[in-house]
T-cell receptor, first 111, second 117 residues
């Protein structure tokens, strides 16, 4: 399974955009990139996913590089409620139920 | 939609006692997952059910752990006998049928925090 690398932590100012990087240099051609987040004392929550093209939904935008070796999750206007651990996950096709959650990035949004 | 419902939310028990955690998946979802989360090991997949059938239980730590899904709306995770190292937050998640228009996302419950003394 392709592995992901994320910075352990980052701070962001409230109201500003938060850009969360993720490296997945061994990703296979048909593997999707998924992002989840986990707010303290809650279960993980799906944010967005993509294959090749950039994606946007009501929560965030996902930018995937052309070579697919890295991606960036963008929270356009971070709020205090966005403080959470963010997980970047590459989902294998053969066993598509296996989401391997790494350590993620702890994002702290400051007022 | 009530989401994935887990009970109990908190459980404190003594070593050697039996622990049963319960999960009600989202109605209509055909896949169910049990995860365990600890500070040391993060989130680990314990077992995966599809259409009530266990598909992959390779993450179940040892024979003390067992999971059942007697019907589409209920699953249990049992630990017998429990040990202090089983202390963790146990999450249940469900997923709808994969396919066009389906994101394949997992919906997680709030978790059951287990403390074994």
């Amino acid at each position: 399974d392709a592995k992901t690398t994320q910075p352990p932590s980052m701070d962001c100012a409230e109201g500003r955009a938060a850009n969360l990087p993720c490296n997945h240099s061994t990703i296979s051609g048909n593997e999707y990139v998924y992002w989840y987040r986990q707010i303290h004392s809650q279960g993980p929550q799906y944010i967005i996913h993509g294959l090749k093209n950039n994606e946007t939904n009501e929560m965030a935008s996902l930018i995937i590089t052309e070579d697919r070796k890295s991606s960036t999750l963008i929270l356009p206007h971070a709020t205090l409620r966005d403080t959470a651990v963010y997980y970047c996950i590459v989902r294998p096709l053969a066993n598509d139920y296996k989401l391997s959650f790494g350590a993620g990035t702890t994002v702290t949004v400051r007022a | 939609d009530a989401g994935v419902i887990q009970s109990p939310r908190h459980e404190v028990t003594e070593m050697g006692q039996e622990v049963t955690l319960r999960c009600k998946p989202i109605s209509g979802h055909n896949s169910l997952f049990w995860y365990r989360q600890t500070m040391m090991r993060g989130l680990e997949l314990l077992i995966y059910f599809n259409n009530n059938v266990p598909i992959d239980d390779s993450g179940m730590p040892e024979d003390r752990f067992s999971a059942k899904m007697p019907n589409a709306s209920f699953s249990t995770l049992k630990i017998q006998p429990s040990e202090p190292r089983d202390s963790a937050v146990y999450f249940c998640a469900s997923r709808g049928t994969s396919g066009r228009g389906n994101t394949g996302e997992l919906f997680f419950g709030e978790g059951s925090r287990l403390t074994v003394l």
